[in-house]
């Protein structure tokens, strides 16, 4: 089998030197496309391929109709809405995700964030700390469990709400459980997105949520820039001037975040995953779950059931 590792943003080389060791070590071919600039590159290499692995690289209805032999796409990562997951179903082509993976890196940048926040950027002024403040997770899963992990360690009050996440799992990793975002949004001083984009999410972080935030809130995400309603979230920074926004992924309308001066912070590119261990183990990850795919026909991170 020719096994694909199409990544406009290239793996470390160690993390490429292991996903070839295991593939190659599987019997199976490895090609490698990296720091491509065309779609037309891509279109080329995937033809003859069996399996893909990338990272942000945008899979395409085009992409997928060139790929005759295809069938399986594996997303080093956890967020897979750069993929037409639906597109691939109707091709028979399965796509999973390597979900953990990164999820300490996120954890780790969203209190890196949270620093340089609440000491004012380091422009020398005296800020505040986090010892003792209410952080607020929206989504409980593996970044989210990290975080509130994280978070105990600079003593916050941890609180958490996930509508698929049982109350009780939440309870039993020693974080306070909570009925609604609304619930969490009220009565923390912190809120760390870590929701998905999906047509439920995108754009729900908006003014009546945010604004019931308490004085001085801070919204950090690393999640999905979708899930953010840009003019809604300007508008009401505008209104209150101790709302804080900061996040690893630069909004459409970072024009006008970066007016509130003090009080927004984007860094220049997605940034979440760019550790050297979160890239090594998300790509030798994918490669076990291509393997295995081969082997014995296992699905189990399949996302487009």
């Known amino acids: 089998m020719k096994v694909l590792v199409a990544t406009e943003k290239p793996f470390a080389a160690v993390a490429v030197e292991g996903i070839r060791k295991e593939i190659e ?52 990562g956890a967020g897979y809405d750069s993929i037409d997951t639906a597109y691939a179903k109707e091709k028979g082509v399965i796509v999973e995700n390597t979900p953990g993976q990164n999820s300490n890196a996120v954890a780790e940048l ?8 609440v000491r004012n950027f380091f422009n020398g002024k005296a800020g505040t700390e986090l010892k ?8 409980f899963g593996n970044v989210g469990r990290n975080v509130a992990r994280i978070a105990k360690g600079f003593g916050m009050e941890v609180y958490a709400y996930d509508a698929f996440c049982p109350k009780a799992v939440i309870e039993e990793a020693g974080v306070h459980a909570v009925d609604s975002q609304e619930e969490l949004f009220k009565n923390c001083d912190v809120v760390s997105l870590h929701i998905p984009a999906t047509p ?8 009546a949520l ?17 899930v953010i309603n840009e003019p809604e979230l300007i508008k009401l920074m505008g209104e209150r001037e101790d709302l804080k926004y900061i996040t690893d992924i630069k909004p459409d309308a970072d024009a006008d975040f970066a007016k ?40 189990k991170f399949q996302v487009n059931k």
């Open 210 to 226: 945010v604004g019931m935030m308490k004085k001085g809130g801070i919204v950090v995400n690393t999640a999905r820039k979708e």
């Open 132 to 139: 003792e403040k209410k952080l607020g997770i929206l989504a």
């Open 110 to 117: 969203v209190f890196g964030l949270l620093v340089y926040t």
């Open 260 to 299: 509130f001066e003090g009080r927004y912070f984007s860094t220049p590119k997605k940034m979440g995953a760019q550790t050297a261990e979160a890239n090594i183990n998300a790509g030798i990850a994918a490669a076990k779950q291509i393997n295995a795919y081969f082997s014995d026909g296992c699905t």
């Open 200 to 207: 439920e999410t995108k754009g729900s972080i908006n003014y």
């Open 25 to 76: 070590g599987a019997g199976h071919e490895l090609v490698l496309l990296e720091k491509y600039t065309e779609t037309a590159q891509l279109l080329d290499a995937v033809k003859d391929a069996d399996a893909m692995i990338v990272r942000s690289d945008k899979v395409t209805p085009e992409v997928l109709d060139a790929a005759k032999n295809l069938k399986l796409v594996v997303r080093a």
